[in-house]
């Protein structure tokens, strides 16, 4: 199965990797591409960083951290740039851009899977190694930190194997790497003492605690460090499972229960606990490229009318009314992620013009008879930016959300019963 898969994957996108196979394909593949990381990251130029992106960064300035949904991307290390012609790697990747790139086009958001293998720290996808963590870190994450000042950026590791090894090396790391120690968001740190939430954009960005780092072991995690404990700083929903449903990755699911406490854990502190929205659908990235075509029902995963219902939907299910601080889907260049991302921080418009058959697949929750995506007069930006405020670029649209989410719920129940 394996093989077929990967003659069928190197055929369709790249089909010059399988000539000169004898035999085995799988063994041509073995001895043809190498795993070891390869030197293959982008070169920063500021002149990436859009007069637009600057625009949004310097507007979120007097919100709280806790208050700004951001675009994450997962497993943003397995990118098609670094997978230049290996095929195994092109098999594991769920990006299109370098991790630099991704951050120049708006993603704050960085999911890496880590693993100590060969004496170093290893950025992986399953057993295929695309690069070492360290140089990662300084070819493409701190050029982007000293290019764009106002920028912050959440680095959420999920980790394999000795987890012990992996908190030894990431201490070693961080003393290698001063220009991203001092710049690591710690919840305990003096500056944040007599804070009773989280700070503002501005105070991180005063204090340069501007890299927020997540784990999601706790033998891995440390405050000191400020590499936080992901379970006492999150909730998120789990990413297996059906994209028209949403469960809780931590806790059991019960319509009564919220999924998490409000308030995070672990610190003196009542700050309101982070919400992370898993939205990939596959085991695969190459599986999920498929789904994220934009011609697809709801404008494909990552369209207005599948995201933003399932975003809606994951706000309803965990009880605790809260928007997403995180956003994470594969292939992120692809799609509508940005715009619905700006929208639940700014207000706006809801999409349209998608391919739908019923409202279900709609973000306005209104199919048209041409099967197309519109909107209802109650969508028009005037009432909805008059339903966030009288200042829609502020983040007071939580009950809105809410109330979406309620009336999409209501159709899916409709759906379901007449």
């Given at each position: ?93 769920n ?31 399953g ?20 290019e ?136 695969t ?51 509508d ?10 207000g ?10 019923s ?23 005037s009432?909805?930016n ?33």
């Amino acid at each position: 199965m394996l093989v077929d898969f990967a003659s069928a994957y190197a055929a369709e996108f790249v089909p010059n990797a399988i000539d000169g196979f004898n035999g085995d394909p799988l063994d041509g593949i073995e001895k043809s591409f190498s795993l070891s990381p390869k030197d293959v990251f982008y070169t920063p130029t500021n002149a990436s960083l859009s007069t637009e992106l600057f625009q949004d960064e310097r507007s979120i300035n007097n919100m709280s951290f806790s208050d700004v949904s951001w675009v994450s991307s997962h497993n943003s290390h397995a990118n098609r740039f670094a997978s230049a012609e290996n095929v195994l790697r092109q098999l594991a990747t769920n990006q299109e851009h370098s991790v630099y790139e991704q951050l120049s086009r708006g993603v704050r958001g960085l999911m890496l899977d880590i693993e100590f293998r060969n004496g170093s720290l290893q950025c992986v996808h399953g057993f295929v190694e695309f690069s070492l963590l360290r140089d990662l870190i300084l070819r493409e994450i701190i050029p982007f930190l000293n290019e764009d000042e106002q920028c912050i950026i959440t680095i959420d590791f999920e980790t394999r194997g000795d987890a012990e090894l992996i908190r030894r090396a990431l201490r070693d790391l961080l003393e290698q790497i001063p220009d991203l120690e001092r710049r690591i968001f710690r919840v305990n740190d003096k500056h944040w003492e007599n804070h009773t939430e989280w700070p503002t954009i501005a105070q991180m960005r005063e204090a340069d605690q501007r890299v927020l780092i997540l784990v999601d072991n706790s033998v891995v995690a440390s405050n000191d460090m400020g590499i936080h404990y992901r379970y006492n700083v999150t909730m998120e929903n789990h990413w297996q499972g059906s994209l028209d449903s949403c469960s809780p990755r931590y806790s059991i699911a019960d319509l009564h229960v919220p999924w998490s406490m409000p308030y995070i854990a672990g610190f003196d502190k009542t700050w309101t606990r982070l919400f992370t929205l898993n939205h990939f659908c596959c085991s695969t990235g190459i599986e999920s490229l498929r789904r994220v075509n934009p011609t697809r029902i709801g404008g494909g995963d990552n369209g207005w009318g599948t995201l933003f219902p399932r975003m809606m939907l994951c706000i309803a299910e965990s009880g605790l009314g809260r928007k997403p601080n995180f956003v994470a889907v594969d292939w992120v260049n692809i799609g509508d992620v940005h715009d619905i991302v700006d929208y639940m921080n700014f207000g706006g418009r809801l999409g349209v013009g998608q391919r739908c058959e019923s409202g279900l697949d709609c973000a306005t929750g209104s199919c048209s008879a041409e099967k197309v995506c519109h909107c209802q007069p109650a969508c028009s930006e005037s009432t909805w930016n008059a339903t966030f405020g009288e200042n829609p670029r502020l983040p007071s649209n939580t009950a809105a959300i809410i109330r979406h989410a309620e009336h999409l719920l209501l159709v899916l129940l409709l759906s379901v019963f007449l």
